[in-house]
């Protein structure tokens, strides 16, 4: 089962909120009014920046956050099952292959990579927890005191090295990357 997508709200160097996106998204639109500025969200699965539009009232940032359901309109035909097509270069060979297997190329395609995905399923994680941790860290700490240090002991997976390094930072982005970085050890040992 998915874990729950979970946001962190800085503003500047000081945790605002973590939780859901709309929880977060009002505590950063209040620390943004109050002029407690520059507000970061991330994403904490990707480490990557959330942009908020702070305008009008807070009923209105949450209105325009985005949706996690589809905005398909109902149309005649089959329903479009969220299929996206593109494209696929393969090697003539590949395509013979294709079209001799059952259910045709499309078919193939998708039992593969449902394979790939179920046998690549806990390095997938590593890394991407991973690449999360060193978004957010050089977002967060790239101009902070030992900041390349932490992340040659981040990526020599040097973790307690990693904490006494991160230790002097300001609290709040320090406790919040040593729990990104907690994350990618406890998914790299599951790997």
Same mark, same amino acid.
């Given at each position: ?7 962190? +709200? ?10 859901? /996106? ?13 002029? @407690? &500025? ?23 940032? /949450? ?27 393969? %090697? ?5 292959? /294709? ?5 045709? +190329?499309?078919?193939?395609? @998708?039992? %593969?990579?449902?394979? +790939? ?17 060193? @978004?957010?860290?050089?977002? /967060?700490?790239?101009? %902070?005191?030992?900041? &390349? ?18 230790? !002097?930072? !300001? ?13 990618? &050890?406890? @998914?790299?040992? +599951?790997?």
């Amino acid at each position: 089962m998915d874990e729950p997508a979970t946001y962190t +709200a800085f503003a500047a160097q000081h945790g605002l909120a973590t939780g859901a /996106l709309w929880d977060v998204a009002l505590a950063a639109k209040a620390a943004h009014d109050s002029g @407690r &500025e520059p507000v970061l969200v991330f994403d904490d699965a990707t480490g990557r920046t959330v942009e908020l539009d702070y305008r009008g009232s807070p009923d209105d940032v /949450l209105a325009r956050l985005p949706s996690s359901e589809p905005r398909a309109k109902p149309g005649r035909g089959r329903p479009r099952l969220g299929v996206t097509a593109r494209e696929v270069t393969l %090697l003539p060979r590949h395509w013979e292959w /294709l079209a001799s297997q059952p259910g045709g +190329a499309s078919a193939v395609l @998708r039992r %593969l990579v449902e394979q +790939a995905l179920r046998e690549n399923s806990g390095a997938d994680d590593a890394r991407q927890a991973l690449e999360a941790a060193h @978004r957010a860290m050089t977002t /967060l700490a790239g101009d %902070l005191p030992d900041y &390349e240090e932490a992340m040659r002991a981040f990526y020599a997976k040097d973790y307690a090295r990693f904490g006494g390094l991160t230790a !002097p930072w !300001p609290r709040d982005v320090g406790d919040y990357l040593r729990r990104l970085v907690a994350k990618v &050890e406890q @998914r790299q040992a +599951a790997a």
